[in-house]
């Protein structure tokens, strides 16, 4: 009796997981993944990739990378100091120092605000670096330099360059750099050694306590703030903002997006305490008219400056728009517009190339047609509203299979309660980080929220992607079946590659 295929591809994914033993873990899942699931026909590749090895000596200095960043401190652990990277940012010469910065923080938003106000820096011909975090498929992704990843090359030739001086200051300090401080300084290094001529940088938890915030950003955005890591943060937006609202410097301009009551309350008094100029969504800027287009929305934007008609914006969601609103003013501030520059818009055709060439990897993004897969990195129920919202608006799915993967200290709960309304039924998964929920555990709160009948169980996420596939096929006479992939940034990811999304 022959073996069945599956079996095959079952048994080559744990081959080859096993013989990247020198490898963080969690990569070599995703790439055995991304070379053994069967698929179907997936979209053509975006434009922007996260950069790859191009020989086996680079990827042998990449495995050797992230070896030694995965034995510092994980990024779930936070010490309100900035002792450790402030001193390796003066060892290096003070790096961040060497360019004009615009800072961004908030709940939800961040990365697509951050890639907006990258591609319209872009548009107007600065050279610039972002900084993000997660990454998506790959640690290069949180560097980039002109709109692309960093080589391989280049970033493995920073982590020599920075890591001779995080030894010092690792012998020096209480406690070593942690693995999100090390990419930190790697960031701030890489910017000033291309040169940038900005950077836009996001932060990783927070704001005041954030490795990031050694940096003076001449514009300080905040997107919406919403209930995420209370535990370490606070219970309340208000709370939340008051970490948050550290990223305002003195004489900076801040980008205030939509915010609760209290929220708002808090960021407005930390910018009269810093002399801040303040910009507010709803007040100085906003969205004046969004409607639904092919592939995204047309959206008229009020600037700082006036008005912006027909932008294009491929991306889907109100919340989308809000951020490109958030994003344009940013870069107003940034220009001068709307302070020294009062009445003066920018170039309306390059606001709007730079706006219809706008990506978002993991954000309501296609992957796979018949049926349509869509990715959504939605991991909060502040976001997940958001997206539930979005997916109703530009999809019109008549049945919608969810497959969710979750980080075990999330408001998991919050997040199923909020896609139960739109979804006829959720398979219940795991992805390979140490921080994923439990299947079973996650299965038990699904069943709370959506009842046992509309809940699969399938702990592989590639097994939980061919079971949600499977079940939108079997509703042949539905014309608008589709998979909605959603709960965590590290399952989108796996999910973008093992759906052959590189």
Known sequence: MSQHPDDDAAAAFDDIVDTETDRDPDLAVIEAGSRTLRTG???????????????????????????????????????PSKDRIAALMDILGEPQRAYPAIHITGTNGKTSTARMIETLLRAFEL???????????????????????ISVERFVATHADVKPYADMVDASQPYRLSFFEMLTAMAYAAFADAPVDVAVVEVGLGGEWDAT???????????PIGLDHTDKLGSTPGEIAVEKSGIIKRGATAVIAQQPADAATTLLKRAVEVDATVAREGMEFGVTHREVAVGGQ????????????????????????????????????????????????????????????????????????????????????HGALAAAAAVQ??????????VI?????????GVLEAFEPIMAEVVVTANTS????????????????????????????????EAAITLAEEEGEYAGAGVLVFGSVITVGEARLLLGRK
Do not use: C
Not at 56 to 74: F, K, Y
């Open 41 to 79: 026909a997936p979209l053509d590749a975006p434009t922007e990739t996260a950069a790859r090895p191009r020989t086996p000596q680079e990827a042998e200095a990449l495995r050797a990378v992230e070896a030694d960043l995965a034995t510092r401190w994980g990024e779930t652990k936070m010490e």
């Open 393 to 402: 608006e530009a999809f019109g799915f008549s049945h919608l299979v969810g």
């Open 298 to 381: 047309m959206l008229t934007l009020r600037g700082l400056g006036g008005e912006y008609e027909q932008v294009y914006l491929p991306l889907h969601g109100a919340h989308q728009a809000h951020n490109a609103a958030v994003a344009l003013a940013a870069v107003e501030a940034f220009f001068g517009i709307g302070s020294t520059q009062p009445g003066r818009l920018l170039d309306l055709d390059t606001v709007r190339g730079a706006f219809a060439a706008v990506t978002s990897p993991g954000r309501l993004e296609v992957v796979r047609r018949s049926p349509t897969v869509v990715l959504d990195a939605a991991h909060n129920p």
């Open 213 to 223: 915030n050694v940096i003076d950003g001449q514009v300080a955005v905040v997107t």
């Open 405 to 413: 993967g979750a980080s075990a200290d999330k408001d998991v709960r």
């Open 127 to 149: 050279r610039t670096g972002r900084y993000t975090s997660p990454h998506v498929e790959s640690v290069t992704e949180r560097i980039s330099l002109d709109g692309e990843p």
């Open 434 to 465: 140490f921080r994923a929920m439990d299947a079973d555990a996650l299965a038990a709160l699904a069943v709370e929220v959506f009842g046992a009948d509309r809940v699969q169980v399938e702990p592989r996420l590639d097994d939980a992607l």
